[in-house]
């Protein structure tokens, strides 16, 4: 045999091998290429399934948030409702019992002042019988006496004002006149009316005359 001939055969030899490795790869890679379309096929599936799902769960939660809503406000409808009404029974129940004070607010009063009316009926009635005159005098101190009892334990208290500072809160000034000592500048001199405090609120102040 020629060395050209050895040659070509050796030559062929290794182009077959060459073409067979090669023919090999290539089925590996369309096989690859395959499995990885296949995988690639199976994950696109799940995602697609994953992003129904999560698309069917968002379509069902405001159709749920919607009738939670709906619900509660159901109930504070009612609760509303409810208190409306009793805010009503009791308005009516606070404009019945107002009327009812306002009527009968001085009702204790009067009960209690009957005893001095009764006082005084005795004495005019003594008065008439009677030519003592001290008996009467000591009989209307009595009555004066028992009367300022009876407005001290109601809340009744007078204004201290004679020869007291002059204070606004407490005297109104009717006049003024020259004093008769230098200590009595700036003071009440003389009461013209009383003034009274009702559980230490002035209810009639003291009109009097101050020194200059």
Do not use: C
Not at 34 to 51: G, L, P, Q, T, W
Not at 93 to 115: G, P
């Amino acid at each position: 045999m020629s060395k050209k001939t050895t040659k070509t055969a050796g030559e062929t030899k290794n182009k077959n091998v060459f073409e067979e490795k090669k023919s090999g790869t290539k089925k590996q890679q369309v096989k690859d290429t395959y499995k990885n379309k296949s995988e690639e096929k199976d994950i696109k599936a799940e995602v697609e399934e994953e992003v129904v799902k999560r698309a069917e769960d968002k379509s069902d939660a405001p159709v749920s948030k919607i009738n939670k809503v709906k619900q509660e406000a159901a109930e504070w409808h009612d609760k509303y409702l409810r208190l409306s009404a009793e805010f009503d029974n009791y308005r009516k129940r606070t404009l019945k019992e107002k009327a009812d004070l306002i009527r009968l607010a001085n009702e204790e009063l009067l009960k209690d002042i009957l005893s001095v009316v009764d006082d005084f009926e005795r004495g005019l009635d003594t008065i008439d019988k009677s030519d003592d005159l001290e008996a009467l005098k000591a009989g209307i101190h009595l009555i004066y006496s028992k009367f300022s009892d009876f407005i001290k334990q109601k809340g009744l208290k007078e204004i201290e004002a004679l020869e007291k500072p002059f204070d606004i809160d407490y005297h109104e000034a009717m006049t003024k006149i020259p004093a008769s000592s230098e200590k009595l500048k700036g003071k009440v001199v003389d009461v013209i009316e009383k003034g009274y405090l009702l559980n230490d609120k002035v209810i009639r102040y003291a009109k009097v005359v101050v020194g200059e």
